[in-house]
């Protein structure tokens, strides 16, 4: 069974702190691996898709990686800012192109 | 914005009502999504559609109706829904119902059954 796991579940950082977040899965064959922010009362937004073949992709403060082997994705944020205070969410998708969401880790940013 | 817009933004609703939620995306995309996403757990894949097609409908209870009268937009139809239902329902859409995780989301209706 395709499964997506996300840790932790709830992380609370001060700002201008760095953060990761690891999700791993078990998504078989596998496709490809997409980081989603999703603030609160909105719609998830893509960060980042990464392929099998890459393993660091990054956008702005967000950098993400993959190792294929292990099955594990992490999303580090760099300086933390208020507004990266939301929910980010772990898809993978495999070769049913049916994708498997994590249960997400809600970040919170104090000042 | 993402270039889908879903109304309305909120909904409260008793047991008996009949409502539609509404999705319409401005990207040309031949796919839209109707997901379900309630508090603790990961998003759940409702219905797909493809060229106003049905290709997929996840096991979902018959008080949830879906229509897609053109490729831009897709209704959800509710009828005799339970407290359990409440949740924030999220439309989607991608270029092709092969990419199903290149998907552009719209913000959500956030639907209370009383």
């Known amino acids: 069974k395709n499964q997506v796991e996300q840790s932790p579940q709830s992380l609370i950082i001060l700002e201008g702190k760095n953060c990761t977040l690891q999700?791993?899965?078990?998504?078989?064959?596998?496709?490809?691996l997409r980081w989603y922010k999703q603030d609160t009362g909105r719609g998830p937004v893509s960060l980042t898709i990464?392929?099998?073949?890459?393993n660091t992709k990054s956008n702005g403060r967000y950098t993400a990686t993959l190792d294929a082997d292990t099955k594990q994705s992490s999303l580090h944020i760099t300086a933390s800012q208020l507004s990266d205070s939301a929910s980010y969410i772990c898809?993978?998708?495999?070769?049913?192109?049916?994708?498997?969401f994590g249960r997400g880790t809600s970040l919170i940013v104090h000042p | 914005e993402t270039g889908v817009t879903q109304t309305p933004r909120h909904l409260v609703m008793g047991m008996t009502n009949k409502k539609s939620l509404k999705c319409e995306q401005h990207?040309?995309?031949?796919?839209m999504y109707w997901y379900k996403q309630s508090a603790k757990k990961p998003l759940e894949l409702m219905f797909v559609?493809?060229?106003?097609?049905?290709?997929e409908n996840n096991s979902v209870p018959s008080r949830f109706s879906p229509e897609c009268p053109n490729s831009s937009h897709l209704f959800l139809h509710l009828h005799t829904l339970q407290p359990e239902d409440s949740a924030l329902y999220l439309c989607?859409?991608?270029?092709?119902?092969?990419?199903?995780?290149?998907?552009?989301f719209g913000p959500g209706t956030r639907l209370t059954v009383l």
């Open positions: 559609y493809s060229l106003e097609e049905r290709v």
């Open positions: 990207l040309g995309h031949n796919a």
């Open positions: 989607a859409s991608s270029e092709d119902v092969r990419d199903r995780n290149e998907q552009f």
């Open positions: 898809v993978s998708l495999g070769g049913s192109y049916i994708p498997t």
């Open positions: 990464m392929t099998f073949s890459e």
């Open positions: 999700c791993n899965y078990t998504v078989s064959p596998f496709s490809n």
